[in-house]
């Protein structure tokens, strides 16, 4: 990818450029970033790291780099970056929910109303200051309720914070609505106020949320893998709603936990996937286990849907997103939040393992080597889920979603036989298998 020089060339791609991109037997790639995804491309075999202006093939970027260089960078054909321009209309929590509740509109006007409840995944969400008087009119509706504010754009649980009484929100429009640089300015910081999901679904007295992986390779048509492997993240302090202030009790992100006195980083405060789903199906039996899971599942695709037509497709993005999925005492699945860069810093070495998978997994899926067929419905540890309509495991193109014969392509939870699988993909010259 070059900067800006060939701005407005972009149909002149000739012949002879392709060649070479065919011919050339390494992979010239750059990494904004010094973690697992660094580890992971310096032992890909065939791939070369580049400098900042030299010419590339494949660019694992981060969203700042995006927001400055992607609108003056020309790509050739075969050149992967892995975000969409406008990623943020569903990883920005403000931007999350109003696409949503578009979304909801639209297929209760089109489809009926059973179509749209299936939306109904996301708590009761405004976003401030500008939806203030419609938050003020629901608050009045329960006004025993608990909400939280969240900033729109921060991550790892910075800003947050829990409320019972309209007055917190006074003092916080008062003093708190501005990011320290802005406190001069004019500007406002925009939040979200949610309701507060009061009855989660705890485990040794304690609260957790999910952090799922999912992959869109295209959006038009829609193209999403999930990955098997994920984890639960518990907070370090056992539940309760008598103190809202507490982080330690009702905030799940590790940045948060890790700063607990108590923290005990030998025991860390995750559970891999497949542990959780064990300890479930032990607890409630596997059929509700599953339904659990297929509600999961609908969250991703119903959540990709409603953005659908609101991100701009290119064929060079990619994106890995890190779903945040809370499940409550009835085991229904809420969407709390979706990250364009999930954290790829490991919390232990298990942790590190997973994600070097993870990572190894998203670019056999992007294959930049050409190891693909293109009808492949597990690649590594992802599970295709959707491709421009619902994936079925079996083979015989009968099954439609809905038919009692359907049973969906996704495994989140259940054992990655990634090893197994990769040993089946083509191997390139000079390449050593899987
Ligand atoms: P951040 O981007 O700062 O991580 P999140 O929206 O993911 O913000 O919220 C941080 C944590 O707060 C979540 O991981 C979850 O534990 C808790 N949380 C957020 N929203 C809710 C909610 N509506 N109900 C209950 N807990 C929530």
Redesign the pocket.
């Known amino acids: 990818m070059s900067k800006n020089k060939t701005a407005g060339y972009r149909g002149h791609h000739s012949y002879q450029k392709r060649k070479e991109a065919e011919a050339r037997s390494f992979i010239r790639y750059r990494c904004g970033f010094t973690n697992t995804i660094q580890d992971v491309l310096r032992q890909r075999p065939g791939w070369v790291e580049v400098k900042e202006d030299e010419e590339l093939d494949f660019n694992w970027c981060d969203v700042g780099w995006l927001r400055e260089n992607f609108d003056h960078s020309y790509m050739e054909e075969h050149v992967r970056i892995c975000h969409f321009r406008n990623y943020y209309e569903l990883t920005r ?1 403000n931007l999350m929910v109003k696409n949503l509740k578009r979304y909801r509109k639209t297929l209760e006007r089109e489809v009926g109303h059973v179509e749209a409840a299936k939306c109904d995944f996301f ?1 009761c ?1 405004f976003e401030l200051p500008s939806e203030y008087h419609l938050f003020v009119e629901e608050f009045k509706r329960n006004p025993k309720s608990t ?2 504010m ?2 729109v754009a ?7 914070f829990l409320f019972r009484k309209l007055k917190d929100i006074m003092d916080w429009k008062k003093d708190g609505s501005r990011l320290e640089e802005q406190r001069d300015e004019a500007q406002v910081e925009s939040y ?1 106020a ?5 009855n ?1 679904y705890l485990i040794g007295g304690r ?3 999910l952090r799922v992986y999912v992959l869109v390779s295209s959006y038009l048509p829609l193209k999403a893998w999930l990955y098997r492997d994920g984890f639960a ?1 518990f ?1 370090n302090t056992r539940f309760s709603l008598s103190s809202i202030e507490d982080q330690y009790i ?4 590790v ?2 936990q890790k700063t607990a006195p108590d923290y005990d980083p030998e025991r860390g405060c995750k559970w891999p996937m497949q542990q959780l789903r064990r300890y479930l199906t032990a607890k409630h039996g596997a059929h509700e286990v599953e339904t659990l899971f297929r509600d999961i599942d609908n969250v991703f695709v119903h959540s990709l849907q409603s953005v659908q037509k609101v991100i701009i497709n290119d064929k060079h993005c990619f994106e890995l997103y890190g779903y ?1 999925i ?1 499940l409550d005492q009835d085991l229904k699945p ?1 969407l ?2 979706v ?1 364009a860069s999930p954290s790829l810093t490991p919390s232990s070495q298990q942790d590190y393992e997973m994600k070097c998978h993870l990572l190894e997994d998203t670019l056999h899926v992007v294959d930049m080597e050409g190891r693909l067929t293109g009808r492949e419905k597990q690649v590594g540890g992802f599970d295709l889920m959707w491709n421009d309509g619902p994936v079925s495991r079996e083979n015989s193109g009968l099954e439609t979603l809905g038919s009692s014969c359907f049973s969906p392509n996704t495994n989140l939870g259940c054992f990655n036989d990634r090893e197994n699988q990769l040993r089946h993909l083509k191997v390139l010259p000079g390449q050593k298998s899987a």
């Open positions: 929590k708590p969400t909400w939280i969240k900033p921060r991550s790892q649980g910075k800003g947050i979200v949610q309701r507060y999901i009061e989660p609260k957790f949320d993240r907070s009702h905030l799940t992100n940045a948060v945040d809370l809420w709390i939040e990250n």
